[in-house]
């Protein structure tokens, strides 16, 4: 069975453009949620998403934003990147069954110069 | 408002000796919670989770951990350190099933002397 599957793994961007992330679930899975990993802030979540709808969002700001799509695979925009906006991206998929727990992918590597 | 500390960002032990990784929530409602393992420019694997039921929880590559309510605390430990279990270790806790919200603590950076 896939596992989670996010691309690019590695990007670069400027700063000020907007990077779209992409993040396929393991099969049969309805439910995504994205991460924000930093050396500074650790771990922080940012959107859980089921059924093509937002179920919980994390504390940031409006330039960031998701969706899900009928097959369940999601997509994460950044717009008017900052500098600080650099970080692993990691998405994780779930089988919205009780007591299961997140799969992540290997994560997306976003780089703003 | 849930939250998760990790005593410990460095951990250093020798190979053979026990690994002892140290976890504390405050959540005010019983949670769930979880260790993830991450290796370099690696997600997210999970090592173990307690959800219900026995406090006990056996994971992967030997890992386990006790959920102990009266302490809020959820430590992992292994006996024995190999080479290979050099990595991040995260606790996590999410206040119910049904949703993937975590609060994550801050990690522990374990390294294993030969």
């Known amino acids: 069975k896939a596992g989670v599957t996010q691309t690019p793994r590695y990007l670069i961007k400027t700063r000020g453009q907007q990077v779209t992330l992409s993040c396929s679930p393991i099969?049969?899975?309805?439910?995504v949620s994205w991460y924000q990993q930093t050396p500074g802030q650790g771990l922080q979540f940012l959107f859980e998403?089921?059924?093509?709808?937002?179920?919980n969002k994390g504390n940031f700001p409006g330039r960031f934003s998701g969706r899900q799509f009928s097959n369940s695979r999601s997509e994460m925009n950044v717009s008017t990147l900052e500098l600080g906006d650099s970080a692993l991206y990691l998405c994780?998929?779930?089988?919205?069954?009780?007591?299961?727990?997140?799969?992540f992918g290997q994560g997306t590597r976003l780089t703003v110069v | 408002a849930q939250s998760v500390t990790q005593l410990g960002s460095h951990v250093s032990v020798s190979e053979g000796a026990l690994v002892l990784l140290r976890c504390n929530y405050s959540s005010s409602v019983p949670p769930y919670l979880f260790w993830y393992v991450q290796y370099p420019n690696q997600g997210l694997q999970l090592l173990l989770k307690y959800t219900t039921g026995a406090t006990l929880v056996k994971g992967i590559n030997g890992f386990e951990a006790e959920f102990k309510k009266s302490e809020t605390s959820f430590h992992l430990t292994k006996p024995s350190a190999h080479m290979s279990d050099a990595a991040e270790y995260f606790c996590a806790v999410s206040k119910s099933s049904g949703t993937y919200k975590y609060i994550f603590g801050t990690g522990t950076r374990l390294k294993v002397l030969a």
């Open positions: 099969s049969g899975h309805r439910s």
């Open positions: 994780a998929s779930s089988p919205y069954d009780r007591d299961t727990e997140a799969f």
């Open positions: 998403y089921f059924s093509e709808t937002q179920r």
